[in-house]
């Protein structure tokens, strides 16, 4: 074989490559007849089914966070590479792709493991009834889940289907009535065989682009193998147990203080193991206070005070960013302040933050 007929070969094999990708991206995409609350209950039933693959999040929430929420920001607030095995949901495993390795996250039935491969450590945890988010669940499944928490379906309609990791997938939107939500609508596209969401994105009111996108790249209904699922620790890593999690869980248990039962004309969550932590309304329109102590809440104060955006204002520090409103209270009645986050409007949170203020309770013992 010649030369020039070699290269001729290799020239054909890369236009190949690259062509067939673009060109199934040219196809038309079909679309389904299927009305918006049919897709609404395809997606509800499809809550457990298995699932794996690539997914990406991109957000441009960027937070003004003290060390104690750096992981909140770098979720929201820039891109992540996840590959995900998804058996159930009591045993899954998430691998958070870096430049220099990897992080995974595993649930096991009540067990959670987490692996840090630049710092070659495992940590054991429960999954407590509240904490800050994590990988898993910004996986468009599960983001899903929680925004449609609670949807009633004259709020649903359908949007054109578009192209989600190969498939013609249809499309729901979401529009938010409630008065409190700073959402304006959430859009989602739906694997049309399993009803398992594919991709997510949500917009802030008065907003043309996308605050926070979740999407597959790559898809498979099929249930993942167990061993792919699994976790085994390598050897000479560090291993640890971790009793509190994060500072939310930490708050939950032992802050000496309970929030009211509604808040801004929102209900509580009648989950019987949240304690000082309260978490008003539920899907797209939610709002969480968090008592926080002087360690936790000054360093947060800090960094507010030093960022563009932020407002001091009679009730605390105060910010917006895309959906999510964020005000640290005064130290009222507890000693490092509240910090009421949700995707609320501002008025809502000033709002509660004046019916804290007059209306959490003591409470005697921490929980065992």
């Known amino acids: 074989m010649t030369p020039a007929r070699r290269w001729c070969i290799v020239a054909i094999g ?20 299927i009305t918006a609350t049919a897709l609404f209950q395809r997606i509800r039933s499809s809550q457990d089914h298995p699932y794996s693959g690539y997914a990406e999040t991109l957000g ?19 891109r992540t590479r996840m590959r995900v095995w998804w058996r159930s949901p009591h045993d899954w495993r998430v691998n958070k792709v870096l430049t220099t390795g990897e992080s995974d996250l595993v649930q096991h039935g009540t067990k959670t493991t987490e692996w840090d491969y630049e710092k070659s450590s495992v940590t054991v945890s429960r999954d407590p009834a509240i904490r800050l988010p994590r990988t898993a669940d910004l996986l468009p499944p599960q983001l899903t889940g929680r925004l449609l928490q609670d949807a009633d379906p004259s709020e649903l309609s359908r949007i054109p289907a578009r192209r989600v990791a190969g498939r013609d997938a249809p499309g729901l939107r979401l529009s938010p009535a409630a008065p409190q939500s700073s959402i304006d609508h959430v859009d989602i596209w739906v694997d049309p065989s399993t009803g398992v969401p594919l991709r997510v994105e949500v917009y802030a009111v008065a907003s043309t682009s996308a605050s926070f996108t979740s999407e597959f790249t790559s898809f498979s209904s099929a249930t993942p193998g167990a061993t792919t699922a699994a976790f085994a620790a390598p050897t000479g890593a560090r291993q640890s147990y971790d009793g509190i999690v ?68 009679d009730e605390g520090d105060i910010f917006t960013v ?47």
Not at 14 to 33: C, E, F, K, T, W
Not at 61 to 71: I, N
Not at 326 to 337: A, M, S
């Open 14 to 33: 890369v236009a190949l490559l690259i062509g067939v990708p673009l060109g199934v991206r040219a196809m038309p995409v079909a679309d389904s007849s």
């Open 246 to 313: 994060d500072i939310a869980d930490a708050a939950n248990h032992y802050a000496p203080v309970a929030p009211p039962h509604t808040l801004a004309g929102l209900s509580q969550s009648g989950d019987a193991r949240l304690r000082a932590v309260g978490v008003y309304g539920a899907g797209v329109t939610q709002l969480i206070a968090i008592p926080l102590w002087d360690r936790a809440s000054e360093p947060l104060r800090t960094q507010l005070e030093k960022t563009p955006g932020v407002r001091l204002v």
């Open 322 to 368: 895309g959906p999510l409103s964020v005000l640290l209270t005064q130290h009222g009645n507890f000693d490092g302040g509240w910090l009421l986050v949700g995707t609320v409007t501002e008025s809502t949170l000033i709002t509660a933050a004046h019916e804290i203020a007059s209306g959490s309770r003591g409470l005697p013992e921490p929980l065992p």
């Open 60 to 78: 441009t929430l960027q937070l003004p966070v003290a060390d104690r929420f750096t992981d909140i920001g770098s979720l929201l607030g820039e």
